[in-house]
């Protein structure tokens, strides 16, 4: 993963490209929840994702949350290997609720040489597919 750019894993960074007309549906393979790196979260999805799991949302900022890297707005917490916190095998703990970073991966936002680290897999769609899905 060294050969990633710097930028990788972050929504909206100046290198997305986009394919009009391809929608890539992805495989699980896990590969970006492993990457190092902010899972940025909205203010907005906190309360989905703290009463998913059940908790009071002080209690899920306090376990699972972190500044992110330039301390404006909080990310959830990594493993020491650097996957996400929420990463339990080959499943999300918080798949219905998780951030739209992670949704929007890599259809919304990606960056040079993603294909390289994702075995999502395009698919021809039409116009009219493709706003239902955005
Ligand atoms: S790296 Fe691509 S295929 Fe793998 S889980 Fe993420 S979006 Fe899906
Ligand atoms: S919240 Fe879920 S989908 Fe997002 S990085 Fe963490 S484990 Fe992956």
């Known amino acids: 993963m060294n050969d990633l750019p710097e930028n990788h894993g972050r929504p909206g960074n100046s290198g997305t490209v986009l394919e009009p007309g391809i929608h890539y549906v992805c495989q699980r393979c ?3 929840c ?3 790196g ?3 979260l909205e203010a907005e999805e906190i309360p989905m994702i703290a009463s998913f799991l059940g908790m009071a949302e002080a209690d899920f900022l306090d376990h699972f949350t972190r500044l ?3 301390r404006q707005g909080l990310s959830l917490i990594e493993k020491a290997n ?3 916190i929420m990463l339990d095998g080959k499943d999300c703990r918080i798949h219905p609720v998780k951030p739209a970073q992670c949704g ?3 259809n919304q936002w990606n960056f040079p040489g993603w294909r390289q680290v ?3 897999v395009p698919v021809a769609i039409t116009p ?3 706003l239902k899905r955005s």
């Open 128 to 130: 009219s597919q493709k």
């Open 38 to 40: 902010d899972v940025r």
């Open 34 to 36: 492993k990457w190092p």
């Open 82 to 84: 650097h996957e996400c």
């Open 68 to 70: 992110r890297t330039n």
């Open 30 to 32: 896990t590969a970006c």
């Open 118 to 120: 994702c075995e999502a």
């Open 104 to 106: 929007g991966f890599p």
